[in-house]
């Protein structure tokens, strides 16, 4: 397939779809496949609901000329995000790491938003498949990107960097997640500095929090890091940033001036101080990055507090790992209130041979925290030996729920997405 053509039919059609349930008429429809699907199946039926060229890896008996057969529909798609990345000729900001990648990126395109028209990585389209459709979304009319990069395995980020090209990027944090992937700690670190390396090669910019021990160990102790010059230095105390509160919302000062928030969890100041950091690197203005934070909230099962008839609920049911259920419990239990706290928190996926020892570790944590009332939820948790209620499914603490109600309560809900535990908040 030539890309220059391809891209020619993007430029006039402006328009790529990958989902026959969504609205495709006038598109380039992409038959990608994945473990449970394959979107050549679905060739025709994108034909008949009005795309306008059909991207398949695999022969159709009918022999159609809005067809184009290609070695691989990803690749395909990879190679037109590719060429679109080339001709586009606007900062882009790279985003990877642990924990708060959605929720930094938020804040970043919150701040930059008051100076550019800024673009940003779509829902958590941050992998392979969602990059590339990111990268295609952006248009004439933007003037900046900040793309998210996710990571399962050992090269991923290599390989999005390679795809999104990124001029400026920074590594929220590196923990324990998506271990059945990567296997070790040490090739999640591999692979998130995959990033760095990109960056330095290109003559990019390294945001850096100072204040990260972790982050800045790894950076000090390859001479190829520590010795970049591009590299702005960032943290909570470095930038005069001082939090006043939490309880559960942030208040905090910056610059001698208060700013009161909707955001919950001390552990999100970190999200913050990085978009103040770039910011100002990109001189938006200090009063504009004041008023992004005001009255600032998150949603979409993220951080987000929601006051039911019976308690009020801290919602954080998105994803979890290690590293973010050690925060997001840490948080909760500082948290000044006179009402009782509940913990409800499911199993964290993805874990690899490391799973059930990670679990253990964390009851054993909990046990040593003063909460009123904590309880588990998921097959793994179920495993482990302790006095904590416990659940195999959201389904059945939903019908625990119903005939023994919690009243009255703080409860921070914290699991891997898949559980699906804010399903639960209407039992509460």
Same mark, same amino acid.
């Given at each position: 397939?030539?890309?220059?053509?391809?891209?020619?039919?993007?430029? *006039?059609? @402006?328009?790529?779809?990958?989902? *026959?349930?969504k609205d495709i008429k006038g598109s380039i429809f992409f038959c990608l496949k994945g473990p449970n699907y394959n979107g050549n199946q679905f060739a025709h039926e994108a034909l008949k609901k009005g795309a306008e060229i059909i991207i398949i890896d695999e022969k159709q008996q009918k022999n159609k000329e809005k067809?184009?057969?290609?070695?691989?529909?990803?690749?395909?798609?990879? @190679?037109?995000? /590719?060429? =679109?990345?080339?001709?586009?000729?606007?900062?882009v900001l790279a985003i990877t790491g642990t924990n708060g990648k959605t929720s930094t990126k938020n804040l970043i395109f919150d701040v930059l938003n008051k100076?550019?028209?800024? /673009? /940003?990585?779509?829902?958590?389209? @941050? @992998? =392979?498949i969602g990059l590339p459709l990111s990268i295609l979304s952006i248009n004439k009319s933007h003037d900046f990107a900040v793309l998210e990069f996710g990571a399962s395995k050992l090269g991923d980020i290599a390989e999005l960097c390679e795809i999104g090209k990124p001029n400026y990027g920074l590594i929220t944090n590196v923990g324990k997640a998506h271990l059945e992937g990567f296997k070790t700690v040490q090739n999640i670190i591999k692979t998130k500095t995959e990033l760095w390396k990109y960056l330095i090669q290109n003559n990019g910019v390294i945001f850096l929090n100072m204040e990260d021990d972790f982050l800045l160990k790894t950076f000090s102790k390859k001479k190829t890091f520590s010795t970049y010059k591009k590299t702005i230095s960032y943290g909570i105390k470095h930038n005069k940033l001082k939090l006043l509160s939490a309880s559960p919302f942030l208040e905090f000062t910056w610059k001698e001036k208060l700013i009161k928030t909707k955001i919950i969890g001390d552990y999100n100041l970190n999200n913050i101080i990085t978009s103040i950091a770039v910011g100002e690197y990109f001189k938006v203005n200090q009063k504009s990055i004041q008023n992004t934070f005001q009255n600032n909230s998150f949603n979409n099962n993220r951080s987000e507090l929601i006051k039911t008839k019976k308690n009020k609920v801290i919602l954080d049911a998105y994803n979890a790992n290690p590293s973010s259920m050690e925060f997001s419990i840490k948080s909760f239990i500082n948290i000044e209130s006179k009402m009782p706290k509940t913990l409800i928190i499911g199993d964290m996926l993805e874990l690899g041979e490391s799973s059930q020892n990670l679990h253990q570790e964390l009851v054993e944590f909990l046990k040593k925290q003063k909460l009123k009332t904590c309880i588990l939820v998921g097959e793994i948790f179920n495993q482990i030996n302790c006095d904590f209620l416990k659940f195999k499914t959201t389904k059945s603490l939903e019908d625990f729920l119903k005939t023994n109600p919690i009243e009255k309560n703080l409860i921070l809900i914290k699991g891997s997405r898949s559980l699906k535990l804010e399903n639960i908040k209407k039992n509460l």
């Open positions: 397939m030539n890309i220059d053509l391809l891209y020619s039919k993007f430029l *006039t059609l @402006n328009k790529i779809s990958t989902d *026959t349930r067809f184009i057969l290609v070695d691989s529909a990803l690749k395909c798609l990879q @190679n037109l995000a /590719k060429k =679109h990345r080339e001709k586009l000729k606007i900062p100076k550019f028209k800024v /673009k /940003k990585t779509i829902g958590n389209l @941050n @992998n =392979h």
